[in-house]
């Protein structure tokens, strides 16, 4: 079994990702690593470089600026990294994104049972989505429970964003993948980066979603109901990345005012925990 891993970076330190330390932890799993680097206004491409690591192999991308629709640019960068995979499964990270030290020899051998077994033709992963600071945790239908970051290499598919995969069964006619559950969660972080940073990243990836940049001043502007604190251990790759570049101090506005999808997501919230349901959209079907 070969296993190979993808993401796609551009401006990763200008804009605070911990993508050095989400591409080792894929290399934790992964036999090979295809990164597409966009043309940056920083050291992205020569720290992903100095990585020195022979399984990681480089592709220098140019951004299409003028697609600004739906964030498809992002799907444009991820598919191209994709297409250059070799292995039977293809593990995508965003570069925010990684996983336990503790569930990496777990999942290896979760992708060895499933190998031959063509029923399952993807992983999805719980994510833990770390907020305002790396002890908080956002826990609401707004913020997805599951995604699918493992697809198996030899079935048509394509992204229709960074988010999730479509598998093409049919030319004109695509589902989502049928999948099994990692044995560890996700750990995301792009929501503790230091507050100069997050405005950073709306000033420069607005577009393309053809939105106004935000004005953001901090982590106080949303509904402190959905907040939980952590009560588990980081993966010790992301430790000194934290103590470096994480936000620390939060305080949630007190005169906040929910949004009209905020009201929704505590109603749904009420309903979830009244008749035990997960109301979130799912981008995948589990294999029973």
């Known amino acids: 079994m070969k296993?190979?891993?993808f993401t796609f970076l551009r401006n990763g330190t200008l804009l605070g990702y911990p993508y050095v330390e989400s591409l080792k932890s894929l290399l934790t799993v992964c036999d090979e690593v295809i990164v597409a680097v966009g043309t940056s206004q920083d050291d992205t491409l020569e720290r992903v470089r100095a990585i020195g690591d022979p399984r990681i192999r480089i592709l220098e991308t140019q951004w299409n600026e003028v697609m600004r629709d739906r964030g498809f640019v992002y799907?444009?960068?991820k598919m191209s990294a994709q297409f250059s995979c070799t292995g039977d499964w293809a593990f995508y990270l965003e570069g925010?994104?990684?996983?336990?030290?503790?569930?990496?020899?777990?999942?290896?051998?979760?992708?060895?049972?499933?190998?031959?077994?063509?029923?399952?033709?993807?992983?999805?992963?719980?994510?833990?989505?770390?907020?305002?600071?790396?002890?908080?945790?956002a826990r609401s239908p707004a913020w997805y429970r599951r995604a699918p970051r493992i697809i198996r290499n030899s079935i048509r598919n394509y992204s229709p964003d960074g988010l999730f995969f479509v598998v093409m069964d049919k030319n004109r006619q695509g589902r989502y993948p049928r999948a099994v559950v990692a044995p560890g969660p996700m750990y995301h972080y792009g929501h503790v980066r230091?507050?100069?940073?997050?405005q950073e990243k709306y000033n420069q990836v607005s577009k393309y979603w053809n939105h106004t940049p935000v004005n953001f001043q901090d982590y106080s502007q949303i509904d402190a109901t959905i907040l939980h604190r952590f009560e588990g251990t980081h993966p010790a790759l992301v430790k000194p990345w934290i103590e470096e570049n994480a936000e620390w101090e939060f305080a949630a506005n007190p005169d906040y005012r929910l949004t009209k999808r905020e009201r929704r997501h505590r109603w749904m919230m009420k309903i979830e925990q009244l008749l035990g349901l997960d109301l979130t959209h799912k981008h995948f079907t589990l294999v029973k």
């Open 194 to 198: 230091s507050a100069q940073k997050m």
């Open 3 to 5: 296993v190979s891993g």
């Open 75 to 77: 799907a444009q960068q």
């Open 96 to 137: 925010d994104e990684m996983f336990h030290e503790n569930d990496a020899s777990a999942l290896r051998a979760l992708l060895e049972k499933h190998v031959n077994d063509l029923r399952v033709e993807a992983v999805v992963f719980n994510y833990i989505h770390f907020y305002g600071t790396p002890n908080q945790v």
